[in-house]
């Protein structure tokens, strides 16, 4: 029942996703960069790493458009664990975050997915796109995460082990595609061993037998997974895919999915749901960008971590 309100927020986010032209690649060493200065800005709980924004930069946090200086960069946080790709060809990156403390030492539990995104050309910051789970998440245990991520390997894949950006998203697709989708099921590229780390259970107990069709979808007659939004990096064999479930309420929700030899290895989950429902607002339209962009190195949009005119 909320198909029609979601293709107007599907809509809206979209606005913020320019087509990048597939011959262009940004420069992946900025990417990084810039993804080095997002960490390090919840590690300072301060926004003054943050350089090059452009002068229609958007700030979502859970699929809503809010004051970047509202959002969870309020803390100063310890990470303890740190994972980013990198897409050249779409201008972005994506970086996952488990934290359990904040730098003093006082409990500050996190899952945190962002998606970062730039113009081509002069690389300015147009968007910042955070799915951030805490206590009360879909099966949320931060220090547990961190228990099961850590032992994972997402290590670069060898050159001609790599598979495309298209099998890539063809896979987390034919994923996400499950609850509305019977046949999609069969479109997923299971591998054994695969795992997935659903908030912060584990669907296997790491043994060569492993998979992740534990607890798949068994009603496929559901509204389907919207407004998703793309992080594609071949040389890790990884895809990050922002949208909403509204089969759990209009959810915010991050999958992660690594693939070797073409075959599921690994997913990770981050869902802003209960064991019931998750009563969110539907995520507001957000102001299409205009075309202006700061030049590199100006943060005066951001002095001492407030966002300006």
Same mark, same amino acid.
């Given at each position: 029942?909320?198909?029609?309100?979601? #293709?107007?927020?599907?809509?809206?986010? =979209?606005?913020?996703?320019?087509?990048?032209?597939?011959?262009? %690649?940004?420069?992946?060493?900025?990417?990084?960069?810039?993804?080095?200065?997002?960490?390090?800005?919840?590690?300072?709980?301060?926004?003054?790493?943050?350089?090059?924004?452009?002068?229609?930069?958007?700030?979502?946090?859970?699929?809503?458009?809010?004051? +970047?200086?509202?959002?969870?960069?309020?803390?100063?946080?310890? $990470?303890?664990? &740190?994972?980013?790709?990198?897409?050249? +060809?779409?201008?972005?990156?994506?970086? %996952?975050?488990?934290?359990?403390?904040?730098?003093?030492? /006082?409990?500050?539990?996190?899952?945190?997915?962002?998606? +970062?995104?730039?113009?081509? #050309?002069?690389?300015?910051?147009?968007?910042?796109?955070?799915?951030?789970?805490? !206590?009360?998440?879909?099966?949320?245990?931060? !220090? *547990?995460?961190? /228990?099961?991520?850590?032992? %994972?390997?997402?290590?670069?894949?060898?050159?001609?082990?790599?598979?495309?950006? %298209? !099998?890539?998203? !063809?896979?987390?697709?034919?994923?996400?595609?499950?609850?509305?989708?019977?046949?999609?099921?069969?479109?997923?590229?299971?591998? $054994?061993?695969?795992?997935?780390?659903? =908030?912060?259970?584990?669907?296997?107990?790491?043994?060569?037998?492993?998979?992740?069709?534990?607890?798949?979808?068994?009603?496929?007659?559901?509204?389907?997974?919207?407004?998703? &939004?793309?992080?594609?990096?071949?040389?890790? #064999?990884? +895809?990050?895919?922002?949208?909403?479930?509204?089969?759990?309420?209009?959810?915010?929700?991050?999958?992660?999915?690594?693939?070797?030899?073409?075959?599921?290895?690994?997913?990770?989950?981050?869902?802003?749901?209960?064991?019931?429902?998750?009563?969110?607002?539907?995520? /507001?339209?957000?102001?299409?960008?205009?075309? *202006?962009? &700061?030049? &590199? =190195?100006?943060?005066?949009?951001?002095?001492?971590?407030?966002?300006?005119?």
């Amino acid at each position: 029942m909320h198909s029609g309100l979601f #293709g107007i927020c599907a809509a809206a986010i =979209g606005a913020f996703l320019p087509q990048v032209a597939a011959v262009y %690649e940004c420069n992946a060493t900025y990417l990084k960069s810039f993804s080095d200065d997002y960490v390090k800005a919840h590690e300072m709980g301060q926004l003054y790493h943050l350089d090059n924004i452009a002068d229609n930069f958007t700030y979502m946090e859970n699929n809503k458009t809010r004051e +970047i200086t509202s959002g969870i960069f309020y803390n100063a946080l310890k $990470i303890a664990h &740190r994972h980013t790709i990198i897409d050249p +060809i779409e201008c972005a990156s994506f970086t %996952e975050l488990i934290v359990t403390h904040n730098v003093s030492d /006082e409990p500050a539990p996190y899952v945190i997915g962002t998606q +970062i995104r730039h113009s081509p #050309g002069d690389l300015s910051c147009y968007l910042i796109d955070l799915i951030v789970s805490t !206590t009360g998440s879909w099966l949320f245990n931060a !220090t *547990r995460t961190l /228990e099961y991520a850590s032992k %994972e390997n997402w290590t670069l894949i060898d050159e001609d082990k790599r598979d495309s950006r %298209e !099998t890539l998203k !063809t896979a987390a697709d034919a994923y996400l595609d499950m609850w509305n989708n019977k046949s999609a099921i069969d479109a997923v590229p299971w591998g $054994i061993p695969c795992d997935r780390l659903e =908030g912060s259970v584990y669907t296997g107990p790491g043994l060569p037998t492993d998979t992740c069709k534990v607890g798949i979808p068994t009603n496929n007659n559901q509204v389907p997974n919207s407004a998703r &939004r793309y992080v594609i990096d071949p040389t890790y #064999g990884s +895809i990050s895919v922002l949208c909403i479930f509204e089969h759990l309420s209009n959810a915010p929700d991050s999958h992660e999915f690594r693939l070797e030899n073409g075959k599921l290895r690994y997913v990770h989950t981050i869902t802003l749901a209960d064991s019931g429902f998750f009563r969110a607002e539907a995520p /507001e339209p957000a102001p299409t960008p205009q075309a *202006r962009y &700061r030049i &590199r =190195g100006d943060s005066s949009r951001l002095p001492g971590g407030k966002l300006v005119a």
